[in-house]
T-cell receptor, first 112, second 115 residues
Framework: GEDVEQSLFLSVREGDSSVINCTYT??????LYWYKQEPGAGLQLLTY?????DMKQDQRLTVLLNKKDKHLSLRIADTQTGDSAIYFC????????????FGRGTSLIVHP | ETGVTQTPRHLVMGMTNKKSLKCEQH?????MYWYKQSAKKPLELMFV???????ENNSVPSRFSPECPNSSHLFLHLHTLQPEDSALYLC??????????????FGQGTRLTVV
């Protein structure tokens, strides 16, 4: 199976909260990241969390990490149409390759 | 603006053409990457350079040839491509040391269409 897994699609109504989930397999993951990709653009780093943290909040974004279950989530409060994009989960680990491993990405569709 | 610039943004080429993609980073990073992004597929890592040395080549066909003349520049030379090579090619860079890397910064990508 893949090292980082995400569901492919999420549809929400404008103003609601969105929760995008990710699971990973590498127990030595050190940093976990969320990237955003808008149509026709590259990936933009949104936020990251160090593996010894449980939660990180940055304005409308909340990242939750359950290290025991190897589960990462990104919550977007008050979702706007401008949040429509593909969201990628990624991890780097200290235990082996330093190369970031990405999930397939979750397409977030925000409708009025 | 992420500090990683890719040119051209769009490229249409015939199967017999030779072209090059360019990536430049002004972040002082020592690792640079080429990724391929196709529809309905995960982001595929193609090549990794660390301190100008190629450290990864993920079974990429020889019609793709990378070049890293210095830590700030990365090229992807293309020749005799196939239509299935049409994709978004993303360049990224990061600071790597002792088996660890900071977050990767991405360029805007080159949308390649092979006709």
């Amino acid at each position: 199976g893949e090292d980082v897994e995400q569901s492919l699609f999420l549809s929400v109504r404008e103003g609601d909260s969105s929760v995008i989930n990710c699971t990973y397999t590498d127990s030595s993951s050190t940093y976990l990241y969320w990237y955003k990709q808008e149509p026709g653009a590259g990936l933009q780093l949104l936020t990251y969390i160090f593996s010894n943290m449980d939660m990180k909040q940055d304005q409308r974004l909340t990242v939750l990490l359950n290290k025991k279950d190897k589960h990462l989530s990104l919550r977007i409060a008050d979702t706007q149409t401008g949040d429509s994009a593909i969201y990628f989960c990624a991890e780097t680990s200290s235990g082996g390759s330093y190369i970031p491993t990405f999930g397939r990405g979750t397409s977030l569709i925000v409708h009025p | 603006e992420t500090g990683v610039t890719q040119t051209p943004r769009h490229l249409v080429m015939g199967m017999t053409n030779k072209k090059s993609l360019k990536c430049e980073q002004h972040l002082g990073h020592n690792a640079m990457y080429w990724y391929k992004q196709s529809a309905k597929k995960p982001l595929e890592l193609m090549f990794v350079y660390n301190f100008k040395e190629q450290t990864e080549n993920n079974s990429v066909p020889s019609r793709f040839s990378p070049e890293c003349p210095n830590s700030s520049h990365l090229f992807l030379h293309l020749h005799t491509l196939q239509p299935e090579d049409s994709a978004l090619y993303l360049c990224a860079s990061s600071q790597a040391s002792s088996g660890f890397s900071t977050e990767a910064f991405f360029g805007q990508g080159t949308r390649l269409t092979v006709v």
